[in-house]
T-cell receptor
Framework: AQKITQTQPGMFVQEKEAVTLDCTYDTSDQSYGLFWYKQPSSGEMIFLIYQGSYDEQNATEGRYSLNFQKARKSANLVISASQLGDSAMYFCAIPHSSASKIIFGSGTRLSIRP | ETGVTQTPRHLVMGMTNKKSLKCEQHLGHNAMYWYKQSAKKPLELMFVYNFKEQTENNSVPSRFSPECPNSSHLFLHLHTLQPEDSALYLC??????????????????FGPGTRLLVL
């Protein structure tokens, strides 16, 4: 069964600094993918970035990048040059084996200080 | 309108009330989902619909009744709820319910949610 673990319930970061949000996963699938979502206080879950297990290069989307280390089963999200608008909950997620649903972690609340 | 919309955004109801949550997606997707997000708990999948057919019911109590009249609309009918049902209810859609297979990169797109408070 798939499992996602986010060990940082909350983080405070100074504006313009880089921040790394941790995510470890467990899966028996040979082929899988990892997603990161952002959830602002408004509630909407916003898709940020995705990486498949067979992708050789770490995914990047603007200021977001995925530090994917298969051997350690970790898929950390790196946000460069953090902005006040980055303050939100961040969720790591992995598709369930049945492929009809995504398993979400418990989330990390990121707060950016001005 | 674009994306996934949900109405109402906020709802307060008594335990004897009957209400409905509405979700509409404008993305041409074929699969729609209801999730429940309670405080300090991971997101919980409730129902999955693919081409209007329910493909997953994640052991949800019968006081929650989903309805999917077409691929663009999804409802969650609520009756005789309990205070512990207070949560954020998120709707999502995807191209198809198998597209989150690894390697595809397809994902689910979420609406803004309905914050439900049951008194």
């Amino acid at each position: 069964a798939q499992k996602i673990t986010q060990t940082q319930p909350g983080m405070f970061v100074q504006e313009k600094e880089a921040v790394t949000l941790d995510c470890t996963y467990d899966t028996s699938d040979q082929s899988y993918g990892l997603f990161w979502y952002k959830q602002p206080s408004s509630g909407e879950m916003i898709f940020l970035i995705y990486q498949g297990s067979y992708d050789e290069q770490n995914a990047t989307e603007g200021r977001y990048s995925l530090n994917f280390q298969k051997a350690r089963k970790s898929a950390n999200l790196v946000i460069s040059a953090s902005q006040l608008g980055d303050s939100a909950m961040y969720f790591c997620a992995i598709p369930h084996s049945s492929a009809s649903k995504i398993i979400f972690g418990s989330g990390t609340r990121l707060s950016i200080r001005p | 309108e674009t994306g996934v919309t949900q109405t109402p955004r906020h709802l307060v109801m008594g335990m004897t009330n009957k209400k409905s949550l509405k979700c509409e997606q404008h993305l041409g997707h074929n699969a729609m989902y209801w999730y429940k997000q309670s405080a300090k708990k991971p997101l919980e999948l409730m129902f999955v619909y693919n081409f209007k057919e329910q493909t997953e019911n994640n052991s949800v109590p019968s006081r929650f009744s989903p309805e999917c009249p077409n691929s663009s609309h999804l409802f969650l009918h609520l009756h005789t709820l309990q205070p512990e049902d207070s949560a954020l209810y998120l709707c999502a859609s995807s191209q198809g319910h198998f597209v989150v297979l690894a390697g595809s990169g397809e994902t689910q797109y979420f609406g803004p949610g309905t914050r439900l408070l049951v008194l």
